[in-house]
């Protein structure tokens, strides 16, 4: 196969030779017909001598040939660029090849079935990286491709809005053979958890998942196992973690009282650990996480969108401040890959992907990332083009990003690197490690592009590298200046998705369960405790009752005795006289009455201080 290719590309490069070479004869004819002819008009007007004793002209010097310049490439390295991007189907016109000068006739192309193999634009701080992405965005929305990308400066925000020619814009496109018309994008704006102008996007905990999210939160690999646990617990006992607050009850609860037997087999967590978390937690909304997690979470579906003219809706992603967080930044666009990964069905290779994502500012990705999280990315990268859709990293230099993600891109735009350190030394000559073999001094080359111009390299149509060619950018059709507000504002208001997304909703999840199992449970407790401390006291009550009667018998009994014993001394007094037998008799009847029977007893216990209680 590699042979059959070097073969093609050898035969193609013969036949544009020769082409060429017909081209100059045909042009060297065509002078040396002029000047026959502006030398006989002299002849005639000077009347010099007549037409038979008019001397020829002389043989005219050849005109150098339209392959000479004075680049560092010659002619058969510029045929070999020619035909490397003479391409069959449809592509994006990225530039023309630069030799010295520009050179119009060698367009350098993307072939448009080759982005979802992914691609890298690279190059220093004010090199022309922003303008290289819009250009390309505008491409592939003109070929009804849709685009995600992060509007981190809102230069971006322009494809809303057609662009304004002048004489330096026209002067340069037409040198590099770009028929430049003003134009404007289908152009959708969104905003993390609506802050700011857009369509807010949010998404849920549960969605985010547990390696995102520590990621995001800075965890060692022992608080990221933990983490994991704590979404296998939700998950199984269908605690909905919708927001950071869900999450911090769960954590909360999974170290109480109440909560450390749930855990009983899966290890159990650490309080140490879980305390970590929630400070990272606390410092994580304070980067304004808070507001991106909850619900409705939003459908990556809807970056897939055409417009009703057929052209792919450009989605741009308002992250004004990115460098404060570049955390939660990062580990979102990763999400919404890993989101798309999951949900799109497979559909192999297209003639052209259904979306193409940009990753802006991609060093944030893969700063300080575990070796999980590294292998996420990797495979996400390498099997989502199968789900068509392509990657396109924007950052400084190649070395941010990892090489098993660099070595999967097709397709490689760099723009000038600075070698004022040797750091910068260093990565300039990494960088010139990782291309093709080409008539350029790399290592010069890519120190002297000037401002929108780049070292070029493709996949072409073959899945074969094409030639690497110092390319002069196209210009972009759109504005180059942000859009203005009332602009943002209007196209904001006309989505139908400003309707769908923009409210918040704040159902029953985790949080509320949990707060709810943790009251219901305390008055459970309340509740024992109550009926505890009732019985306790009924108990009391029976036992000081029985006490109080058991007095109150001895007491009786007591009174009883006494009693007994003053009716015995009295029956046994005799009397002589009639009268005073009948005044015994009454005393016995007074005494023998139940009222006087009372009266003694109450004498008698109050005597013994054991008045009964009532």
Do not use: C
């Amino acid at each position: 196969m590699a042979d059959d290719a070097v073969k093609q590309a050898q035969e193609a490069a013969a036949e544009a030779a020769a082409a060429a070479k017909a081209l100059q004869a045909q042009a060297e004819e065509a002078m040396r017909r002029a000047e026959e002819a502006a030398a006989l008009a002299k002849a005639a007007a000077e009347a010099a001598a007549t037409a038979t004793d008019a001397a020829a002209p002389s043989e005219p010097a050849p005109p150098a040939p339209a392959t000479a310049t004075s680049g560092p490439l010659d002619e058969s390295q510029v045929d070999a660029i020619r035909a490397g991007y003479a391409l069959e189907g449809a592509a994006l016109e990225i530039g023309a090849l630069v030799n010295g000068e520009a050179w119009p006739d060698v367009p350098v192309r993307i072939p448009l079935a080759m982005t979802n193999r992914h691609g890298l634009v690279a190059g220093a701080t004010g090199t022309g990286k922003t303008r290289t992405l819009q250009v390309l965005a505008e491409q592939l929305s003109a070929h009804g491709v849709a685009v995600f990308a992060a509007d981190i400066k809102g230069d971006l925000s322009g494809v809303a809005t057609p662009g304004e020619g002048n004489a330096k814009l026209l002067a340069r496109t037409e040198g590099i053979g770009q028929q430049w018309a003003p134009a404007s994008f289908p152009t959708e704006f969104y905003s993390l958890g609506g802050v700011g102008r857009g369509v807010p996007i949010r998404a849920t905990i549960s969605g985010f998942g547990p390696l995102l999210l520590s990621k995001a939160l800075g965890l060692n690999e022992t608080q990221e196992s933990s983490l994991g646990l704590v979404f296998h617990y939700a998950n199984n006992n269908n605690l909905a973690l919708l927001d950071l607050e869900d999450l911090r009850a769960v954590l909360a609860y999974l170290v109480s009282d109440e909560g450390k037997p749930e855990l009983e087999g899966l290890g159990g967590l650490s309080k140490a650990t879980v305390r970590v978390i929630l400070r990272e937690l606390i410092t994580f909304a304070d980067q304004g996480a808070d507001v991106f997690f909850g619900e409705p979470e939003i459908d990556t579906a809807e970056f897939l969108r055409v417009a009703s003219d057929g052209r792919g809706v450009i989605s741009l992603l308002e992250v004004p401040g990115v460098a404060d967080k570049p955390a939660l930044y990062s580990t979102f666009l990763m999400w919404l890959l890993a989101d798309l990964f999951t949900d799109l069905p497979e559909v192999g290779d297209l003639d052209q992907p259904k979306l193409v994502f940009f990753f802006d500012e991609a060093h944030l990705l893969f700063n300080d990332a575990s070796k999980d999280f590294l292998a996420q990315i990797t495979q996400t990268v390498r099997l989502i083009r199968s789900k068509g859709v392509g990657v396109f990293f924007v950052t400084q230099t190649p070395k941010d990003v990892p090489a098993d993600v660099l070595a999967q891109l097709g397709s490689r735009v760099q723009h000038q690197l600075r070698a004022f350190t040797p750091d910068d030394a260093k990565a300039l000559r990494a960088t010139v490690s990782t291309y093709p073999k080409s008539g350029y001094d790399l290592e010069e080359a890519l120190t002297q592009l000037g401002t929108g111009e780049a070292i070029v390299t493709v996949m072409n149509e073959k899945g074969a590298p094409s030639p690497v060619a110092w390319t002069r950018l196209r210009a972009p059709q759109a504005s180059m200046s942000p859009s203005p507000d009332a602009v943002i504002d209007a196209a904001v208001a006309a989505s139908p998705l400003t309707a769908k997304y923009g409210t918040g909703i704040d159902r029953e999840s985790a949080h509320e369960i949990l707060t709810k199992k943790l009251a219901d449970a305390a008055a459970k407790v309340d509740a024992e405790e109550a009926a505890e401390a009732r019985a306790k006291a009924d108990a009391e009550f029976a036992k000081m009752q029985a006490k109080i009667q058991a007095d109150a018998a001895k007491a009786d009994k007591k009174a009883q005795a006494e009693y007994d014993r003053l009716m015995k001394q009295t029956s046994t007094t005799s009397r002589s006289r009639s009268s005073r037998s009948k005044e015994k008799s009454a005393l016995e009847q007074v005494l023998g009455s139940k009222t006087t029977q009372n009266v003694l007893k109450t004498v008698i216990t109050g005597i013994f201080g054991m008045a009964r209680r009532k």
